[in-house]
């Protein structure tokens, strides 16, 4: 399959032509061009943000019915065509068919989620302090929210954040990966076959241009980023200094503690998995593996021989298990983080040389870094890459102490059998979601997600969460 896609903004319920100067290659086989795109600027922020500021009303004031109807059908067309949406997916972003249709399929569930939250939205009713008075507080659609979206989840990512802002009434501007808008174009799409009104979505395709003139429009009533945390930062300096709500989902140095008492099979399972499944570029990914001394050296010597075996290869191939990066910076990332961790004293235990296949692609070979210290670079600096690192330690107390010492503070995974250790990190790991026994990436859609400390800013995403964001409370008082 190599149909190259003509990509178009979306602006009032229409794709809008455009000249189409970007080209997305496919990071399996960069000979194939997988879409053609625009590079949209101000003055297209402009047109949608008018568009969706005028389809408000409307869409606020409708039956929450209305709202659940387009998401409840959107979910079901994703499902549907979770094939065919996957293997575009997996052609622009390089993740494999499986993980493809399986993000696919996670899109359609949040879709239908959120049809569902549409018609729970509610409020509360008090009695006032004044005697024959009546306090009610309702959660309202904020306006017109702008959202910027990852290359990494390029629709599971774009549905989590549309799909609440949809049910509680929003409007939306988009603004999609630049290395990923075919699959976000693909979802938009869906949304209008689905019945959405016109201008209540609107998509503008293109590079940074288009989130800055997103976070600095005045018009748009909050802003909700998920991608690097340098980038997240100016999203946020932006939005704060015109007073605009603002959601922030970044990086992440997710820790997983591998005790001595752990069983080795699954600890070596859920390493591999938290690691080096999506390629690493998961900002919920276990790029720490904290291991106690007993079990170190077993430890680190089951799971190189795994990665030895894991085979890389293109996306649509079905004997590959990890697909290529992205793109060729996120490639050469991996490789200069790897050179650091080298001349920083960590040991590659296996991968770490350049991997050249037979199709020309962005391939990375699976590294685990061994003997590491919790200074080092590697164990502060996101790779979002097949690259992890361990690091050996004396105690539990000890694997807490690294555990908690970066500037990130998103997932953070433990592998025991002692249930005092399992209870005792839930308290203590600092990060906004723990993971006892299971990887710690890979989570679910209907609770909340989110991190600490430079990981996250603002309020959590996802399930019944996700109203904080996408609503505001008004308090209404009436006496008889
Ligand atoms: C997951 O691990 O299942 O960008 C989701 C990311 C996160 C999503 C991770 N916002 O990697």
């Given at each position: 399959m190599t149909d190259t896609l003509e990509l178009s903004h979306w602006i009032n319920g229409e794709k809008v032509s455009a000249d189409r100067p970007g080209q997305g290659l496919n990071p399996s086989d960069t000979r194939e061009v997988v879409a053609r795109t625009p590079d949209g600027g101000v003055a297209e922020v402009d047109q949608a943000v008018a568009a969706a500021k005028a389809a408000f009303e409307s869409w606020s004031e409708a039956s929450p019915e209305v709202r659940s109807d387009v998401l409840d059908r959107a979910g079901t067309l994703v499902m549907e065509r979770r094939e065919q949406l996957g293997r575009l997916l997996s052609r622009e972003e390089g993740k494999t068919l499986p993980e493809g249709i399986g993000e696919t399929v996670r899109a359609g569930r949040i879709l239908k989620y959120f049809a569902g939250e549409a018609l729970r939205l509610h409020g509360q009713n008090l009695a006032s302090t004044r005697p024959g008075v009546e306090i009610q507080t309702y959660r309202q659609a904020v306006g017109v929210v702008g959202l910027i979206t990852p290359w990494n989840f390029p629709i599971a990512i774009p549905a989590w954040k549309m799909a609440p802002a949809l049910a509680f009434g929003n409007t939306v501007v988009i603004k999609p990966a630049g290395l990923t808008p075919a699959t976000a174009e693909a979802l938009v799409a869906i949304l209008h076959e689905a019945g959405l009104p016109k201008g209540v979505v609107n998509m503008i395709i293109g590079r940074g241009g288009v989130g800055q003139a997103i976070v600095d429009h005045k018009d748009i009533d909050a802003v909700s980023f998920t991608g690097s945390q340098s980038v997240g930062a100016g999203v946020a300096a932006g939005a704060v200094a015109r007073q605009a709500r603002v959601q922030l989902e970044m990086g992440g140095k997710n820790p997983l503690i591998v005790l001595d008492d752990a069983d080795l099979e699954r600890a070596v399972a859920i390493a591999l998995d938290g690691s080096f499944?999506?390629?690493?570029?998961?900002?919920?990914?276990?790029?720490?593996?904290?291991?106690?001394?007993?079990i170190h050296d077993k430890f680190v010597a089951a799971l190189a021989e795994k990665l030895k075996a894991l085979k890389v290869g293109p996306a649509l191939d079905p004997t590959s298990q990890m697909g290529p990066a992205v793109s060729e910076a996120q490639m050469e990332t991996s490789y200069r983080y790897i050179d650091i961790a080298k001349n920083e004293g960590g040991r590659i235990a296996v991968g770490g040389e350049r991997l050249t296949l037979e199709t020309p692609g962005w391939y990375v070979q699976p590294t685990l870094i061994a003997d590491t210290a919790p200074d080092m670079k590697i164990n502060n600096e996101e790779v979002f890459g097949p690259v992890a690192s361990t690091l050996r330690v004396k105690s539990y107390e000890e694997a807490l102490a690294v555990a908690n010492g970066v500037e990130f503070g998103l997932s953070a995974g433990i592998v025991t059998s002692s249930l005092k250790h399992a209870r005792d990190f839930q308290r203590r790991a600092r990060a906004g979601m723990t993971m006892v026994n299971l990887p710690t990436a890979g989570v679910d859609y209907h609770v909340p997600f989110g991190g600490t400390k430079k990981s996250s800013y603002g309020a959590r995403e996802q399930g019944f969460a996700a109203q904080e964001f996408f609503t505001q409370t008004k308090t209404s008082y009436s006496a008889g």
């Open positions: 499944f999506a390629t690493g570029q998961r900002c919920t990914a276990s790029s720490r593996l904290i291991v106690q001394d007993g």
